[in-house]
Structure formats: C-alpha cells, structure tokens
C-alpha cells in the first residue's frame, strides 16, 4: 500500500514537473492562483470603492434633495456621533446579496445617463414610485439593513418612551418590521403618502 501511495506521488510530482508549450504544470497553477488573488483583491477594492457615500452621491441623483433632506436627520447628526451612511441603509453587508444589489444598481446609473430624475420637478413627480420601491425591498428582506444597527433584542424598553414601546411590543407581535412604521425616518415623505398611505401604497 505504501509503495503505491508512493508511486501516485512520484507520478504527480513529474506530471507537474512536465513542461507543457512553455512552463510546466506547476508552474501554470501557481500564476494561476496569484492571478486569481489579485483579481479577486482588484474586484473587492473597487466593490468598497463604490459602496461609499461620496460615490453614491457622484452617481445618483440624490445630493440636492434625498442627501439634503438626510443631512437634517438623526442618521446624519446626533449626541453619540453615530452615522449611518447612504451604504449602512440601502447596501446589504453581506457579499452576496450585496453583489445582487450593485447589479441592480445599474438601472439606476441608467436613469442618471438618460436624466430621468435631474430636476426637482422630476423627481417630485417620481417621488412615491421610487419610495415605493424601497419600501417594498426593505419589506421583502425584513428591514436587513435597519437591523445592521437596530436589533429588537437589544432594545432597552426602560429607556424608550411609554409610545415607542406600545408600538415596538404590539408591532414585534405581529410580525411587523422596521419599515412598516418608520417611513420617512431618513427622507421626506412623498406628498400622496402624507395626504393618505394607504392610497399612495395602493396607488401605481
């Protein structure tokens, strides 16, 4: 037995030795595999180089109305220096599901080429579809992104007001997640939504 064992391991040992047109096997797989790290580092590097703030603002329209309303919320500026960024809400943390979302990501890039929301006008009149959207996408992942940061189970009901912990209790009851009540926690509220939810929500 130790005598074949032997005989395989010589047997690979001159197939990787064997030159093939130019180099030998070995040699192939060791370019390969340093190849394939610095591919696979090249990709991560820029995937964290667009999942910044100061990238998303470049390549959507969002710095003179959904960035400015955000600047003047809680997310953006508060006692403990917290901040939750543009990625920390709509980029998912783990890589897969964060490659699905960068791919979807480029419809979006589209609509900037083709100028779809470039004006406030424009984007007013987009307002609800494109809320709808992340409401609806935020919904389908049980508010993932949210609970990057706010965990029910860490919650310490003896320092939340008499309000929030009715609704947090009845709310976690009932199956509810982050975005069924808290719309509009880091962006205005599209004016049909204001007027009547359950019209907007309805509405196409």
């Known amino acids: ?12 040992w001159e197939i990787m030795k064997k030159p093939s047109t130019h180099y030998s096997l070995g040699a192939l797989l060791i370019i390969g595999f340093v190849a394939g790290i610095i591919f696979w580092g090249g990709f991560n590097t820029a995937m964290e180089a667009t999942n910044t703030e100061e990238f998303c603002i470049s390549c959507h329209e969002m710095e003179n109305n959904v960035y400015a309303e955000y600047k003047d919320t809680i997310h953006y500026s508060n006692p403990s220096g917290v901040r939750a960024t543009c990625p920390d809400c709509h980029v998912p943390k783990q890589w897969h599901h964060k490659v699905i979302r960068k791919i979807k990501a480029s419809n979006e890039l589209f609509h900037k080429v083709l100028g779809t929301v470039d004006t406030p006008e424009k984007f007013e009149a987009k307002r609800l579809k494109l809320a709808r959207s992340v409401w609806s996408t935020m919904k389908s992942t049980d508010s993932r992104e949210c609970r990057n940061c706010h965990d029910f189970k860490s919650m310490d009901y003896v320092k939340q007001g008499r309000r929030a912990v009715s609704s947090h209790t009845k709310g976690f ?4 997640t982050c975005i069924d009540c808290h ?4 962006h205005s509220l599209p004016a049909m939504y204001e007027e009547d939810p359950s019209a907007a929500m309805a509405a196409e």
Do not use: Q
């Open 173 to 176: 009851d009932k199956g509810k």
């Open 1 to 12: 037995m130790s005598s074949e064992k032997n005989n395989f391991i010589s047997c690979m």
């Open 183 to 186: 719309k509009g926690i880091a």
